[in-house]
């Protein structure tokens, strides 16, 4: 049988070299990772704890501003309250003043008519038309003359600059009105002027 061997060709040389574990290679791995060091500097420092006194002083200053603020709010209040009560004291005033006018120029053309009057009586009656008229005006404001003559002595309502002795009227009575007073509601605008009526003396026993 033939050699099927092909001449001038080493069968040991077309052999693969024996595998030599020197030769492979080697797979590097990473060396372990060393331990994180501890960090450092501020931010690893642990925080002092809070001042009482610092926390004391920024609370104080803070409701100081928040008091400032309140007392200027209120100042501005009562500045615009004062304001509004004195506009409408203001224009209550002039509306009642509207309305005394036409009683002033009556009161006038009343006193023309006496200056060419030649009777009395006619003079009487405009006034007493005036008179009404102004006591219209100022009921309609919401005051009224202080009831004098036939009630009791009131000090709260009345002036009392005379006492009579008199047997006509209870002890305390107001007899007569010198000058009217007035309300405005139950407020007093002015007192009324009167003269009280007070018992009569009698005479003394005589000694027996």
Known sequence: ????????????????????????????????????????????????????????????????????????DFDNFRKRARRDVDEARRGGREELLKDLLPVFDNLERAIQSAQ?????????????????????VVGRAGITK????????????HEAIQQVETDEHAPGTVVSEVQPGYLQGERL???????VAKAKTGDAPAAS
């Open 189 to 195: 605008v002015r007192a009324a002027m009167v003269v």
């Open 116 to 136: 060419r009057a030649t009777e009395v009586k006619p003079v009487a009656e405009g006034l007493a038309m005036v008179v009404k008229q102004f006591v219209d």
């Open 1 to 72: 049988m033939p050699d099927s061997t092909p001449p001038n060709e080493d069968p040991q040389a077309t052999a693969a070299p024996p595998s030599n574990p020197d030769d492979r290679p080697t797979r590097t791995s990473a060396p372990p990772s060393a331990p994180a060091a501890p960090a450092s500097g501020p931010a690893a420092e642990v925080a002092p704890p809070p001042d009482p006194l610092a926390e004391a002083r920024a609370e104080a200053a803070r409701l100081k501003e928040q008091w400032m603020r309140t007392a200027a």
């Open 146 to 157: 202080v009831p004098t003559v036939g009630n009791a002595f009131d000090p709260s309502i």
